[in-house]
């Protein structure tokens, strides 16, 4: 047995099949890509690890099977899924993710392939553990993938707390404890037992506030969009693999980008952090459908038609558009009176924080501080927004400017 002090749940023991493949490759990779990948330009604390989150996982999942009685091997290949659910996550965790996705029709918790070869595979058979069927679970199939994979997962509960603790914002804070103790089947389905809609409001506010605060933070989502940018010029012009892109670390990529003559610049940029500014930030409701459905090509079109009108080279226009707001811990499940109810149905916190997610949604254009003003007003147009004042004033830039100070 390894005793492991974690900085969210003090200790935590690793025994089995999950001791066993701590010290795989595909584990000790984790230590280097980053949980939060871009939010450490704003919350400078915020260096924490897929592997600290994979043990955190682990532990949580550890706890709920034996809240729920569960043992023997099919508690050991929950255990394997807990602590290998992240091994497929590429550098900068989902910075890059949608972007290699579009190269290799592969997200991060598509790994059959990391599981079956190499020292995992050959860990997991000798614990008599078919890869496969632990694959499954990190993608959450069946009865107990729920606990790795679902509205009520052990992940959610684990990032959220860790985030939190890591980023000094409190809003994640939640009594992960109780969850893990009043987790329940129910024909199958893993549930919330009665008197526990409270229980399960607060994991979904949690994750409404940190969203954001922390996750969609505009700087964060800057420097992801320069990330995202530089990768694929990497790829595209610097005839980087893909599939070996999807497999290095924060570092790696980082070393690349500043070798590759297309990148270096991006890559300084984000060394240094000298990021591109808004140039427009625009609501949903100022946003044609057209745009926010528009796919990858279709806005790469537009930067270059924004970048040529204002005299600057295609890379230094970036369009953000984020996908549309969802909520999917409000389709957990929670017993109320005898029957199994889904979570949007039960309580009325559940409209009022989709109205906030809404409302929270921006487009954003990216440009260098510079060219903010000449961007901003030829964006709004290209674009077709119905803004007010075109691009963010010099007011709101200078505002911005105090606020990144203090993250």
Same mark, same amino acid.
């Given at each position: ?191 919330? #037992? ?121 890379? #230094? ?53 510079? #060219? ?36």
């Amino acid at each position: 047995m390894a005793t492991i002090k974690d900085s969210v749940h003090d200790h935590i023991e690793v025994t089995g099949v999950a001791e066993a493949l701590l010290d795989t490759p595909a584990m000790q990779r984790l230590r280097r890509v980053r949980q939060l990948g871009t939010v450490s330009l704003v919350y400078p604390s915020a260096n924490h690890t897929r592997f600290e989150h994979s043990l955190g996982v682990y532990h949580l999942a550890s706890e709920t099977l034996d809240h729920l009685g569960v043992a023997g091997r099919t508690a050991e290949r929950v255990r394997a899924a807990a602590l290998l659910h992240d091994v497929g996550h590429s550098p900068f965790s989902h910075n890059v993710e949608s972007l290699l996705h579009r190269y290799t029709g592969k997200y991060h918790d598509d790994v059959t392939d990391l599981l079956a070869d190499g020292q995992v595979g050959a860990i997991l058979r000798e614990h008599g553990l078919d890869p496969d069927a632990v694959a499954d679970l990190v993608a959450g199939e069946g009865r107990y993938g729920q606990l790795v994979s679902g509205e009520l997962d052990v992940d959610r509960m684990d990032y959220l707390v860790r985030d939190a603790h890591h980023t000094g914002v409190p809003y994640g804070t939640i009594d992960h404890g109780r969850l893990v103790r009043e987790l329940t089947f129910v024909d199958g389905e893993l549930v919330l #037992a009665a008197g526990n809609v409270q229980t399960a409001e607060s994991l979904l506010l949690a994750r409404a506030l940190m969203n954001p605060t922390v996750y969609q933070h505009h700087v964060a989502r800057i420097g992801k969009a320069m990330l995202r940018r530089a990768t694929e010029r990497l790829i595209e012009d610097a005839d980087a693999d893909p599939e070996r892109v999807r497999r290095w670390d924060d570092a790696d990529l980082l070393v690349a980008l500043r070798q590759a003559d297309a990148t270096a610049a991006l890559a300084d940029r984000l060394s240094t952090r000298d990021l591109y500014k808004r140039a427009v930030w625009a609501e949903i409701d100022d946003v044609p459908d057209s745009l926010r459905d528009a796919d990858h090509d279709r806005l790469h079109d537009l930067e270059r038609d924004i970048a040529a009108a204002a005299d600057l080279d295609p890379d #230094a226009v970036i369009i953000d558009v984020p996908p549309p707001p969802e909520m999917r811990e409000s389709s957990s499940r929670v017993v109320v009176n005898g029957e199994i109810r889904r979570l949007d149905r039960q309580s009325p916190l559940v409209s009022a924080l989709r109205v906030a997610g809404r409302n929270q949604w921006r487009l954003g254009v990216y440009t260098p501080a510079a #060219a903010v003003d000449r961007v901003g007003h030829i964006a709004v147009e290209t674009l077709g927004l119905d803004v007010d004042g075109a691009p963010i004033s010099e007011v709101r830039r200078g505002i911005d400017a105090t606020l990144d100070e203090f993250g």
